[in-house]
Structures are given as C-alpha cells and as structure tokens.
C-alpha cells in the first residue's frame, strides 16, 4: 500500500514539473525604457569554486547602471581573496565580510540583510555565487519587473545538474 502512495507522489511531482515546464514565462532579451541603478548581492560562503566564473559573468552583463556586492559569509577557503581580486579590477564590484550572525536570525537571511544594508541601487537582486548569468539576463529581468509592475519578483535559473542524484534531488527543491 505505501509503494502506491509513493508511487501517486512521485507521479504529481512529475506531472508538476511538466505543467511548470510548461507555462512558466521565460526572460527574453528586451530593450528597456529607462534604466534603474541595479544592485547585485551575492552571498557567498566557501564559493571558492564558483566565485570567479559567477562574477566574471555578472560583471559581464550587458546593462549600464549597476554594482556587484559579494558578502562572505565566513568562509573557510579562499572565497574572499579571489572576490577581492576581481573587485580590484572593476570599481562596480565590492566584497565585504559578512559579521557574526545574531541570535534569532538564520545565515542565508543575515548575510542578505547585511548586503541589502550595504546596497545603493534602487532594485536589488539576490543570486547565489554558483548561479550563471546569461550577458542579456539582468536586461530582461528588469524588462519582466518594468513590464509587471511588480515589487518583488522571483525567477527560476536553469540547473546544471551532473550526476544522476543531481538530477533526481535538484529539481525537486522547489518543494521544500
């Protein structure tokens, strides 16, 4: 009897997964009207593997007016050091420490916190240090908020997967 009902679940993930595939709205390249200043905050903690790649592509980006905050959320590899180099090749990127998490407050919130405390744009984007943006990606973001009116929005990227576990556990993440 349990298999059956595991089987019911397994069959409404997948069925959900379809449906998302496909009616979720993809970003397409788009010219904007106007140009809003744009922070991008990256928590990072022991991203050393991702750091460069993802800033190196943020900073890539095919959009006029916009800064890169990467916090490090006391890493114990060399994830700052390496932000801090493409930070002093680009004045658009800062990278600062992340302080001790106080009590009441989870991680990932307290450094999100602290970046939006640090921001000057007046849109913030939150993404992850392993997330890779596409050069026209911001644009379309900010195309979909204009286009929406919306205060906050929430886009799903594409996950590289690699092994098989990956690609069973990842795409069901959205259900936790």
Known sequence: MIWLVALGVLIL?????VL????FPRLRP??????????????????????EGTLNRLLN??????EVIVLDDASTDDSFPRAQANARRDPRLSVIHGQPLPAGWLGKN?????LAQHAKGDILIFTDADVHWEPAALSALLHLLQQTRADLLTVWPTQETVTWSERLVVPMMMFT
Do not use: D, K
Not at 61 to 66: A, D, H, L, S
């Open 13 to 17: 993930i997948a069925c959900l997964s």
């Open 20 to 23: 998302n595939t496909i009616t």
């Open 30 to 51: 788009a010219q904007l009207h106007r140009s809003p200043s744009v922070s991008v905050l990256v928590p990072a903690r022991n991203e050393s593997e991702h750091i």
């Open 61 to 66: 980006m095919e959009y006029p007016n916009f």
């Open 110 to 114: 307290w450094a999100c916190h602290q």
